[in-house]
């Protein structure tokens, strides 16, 4: 089998990676406040109708951010953030605005997989509720094929 199969993304994006990626870098610094979750604080750093990501969690004994939920709001953020803050245990957040849904729901997906194995998500985020046609790219089967890969040596044949 001559065919190579292209690494995704998420392989590109391994933990060992993600120092050096400064796409993933530019994220964590966005996201890097992290904050005591309660309705007065979601309040304060959030206006109405904002829309964007979250990052729930709590503070491990070494003081390092231990993200355990992630999640976005296409509607409004701060008060998801607040639904969370009455209903969950989850102690601490973090946030980023974002600027459109599709953005917002790529990113979701890229730290859902980044990440899928500390989390307490139990399913993959869902399509935005009015654009369903939006799809993962970091799932394998949205991937697009590299045109070249349809190329088949004769001697295979
Ligand atoms: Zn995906």
Redesign the pocket.
């Known amino acids: 089998m001559l065919i190579d199969i292209p690494r995704s993304p998420i392989d590109a994006l391994t933990e060992q990676n993600i120092a050096n990626s400064g796409y993933v870098q530019m994220e964590v610094k966005r996201m890097k406040i992290v904050r005591k979750l309660n309705p007065k604080n979601v309040n304060i750093d959030i206006s109405l109708e904002e829309i964007g990501n979250y990052n729930l969690g709590y503070i491990s004994e070494n003081g390092e951010f231990i993200v355990k939920y992630i999640g976005r709001s296409d509607t409004c953020l701060q008060r998801r953030l607040k639904k969370w803050a009455r209903s969950s245990n989850y102690s601490h957040y973090t946030f980023r605005l974002a600027m459109t849904i599709k953005q917002c729901y790529e990113i979701e ?1 890229r730290e ?2 980044l990440l899928s194995k500390q989390l307490d998500n139990e399913i ?2 869902g399509s935005p509720r009015f654009l369903p046609n939006f ?6 089967q ?1 991937m697009e094929i590299p045109s070249n890969l349809f190329i088949i040596n004769r001697s295979d044949i």
């Open positions: 997906c859902y997989h993959h985020p799809r993962c790219p970091w799932c394998p949205n």
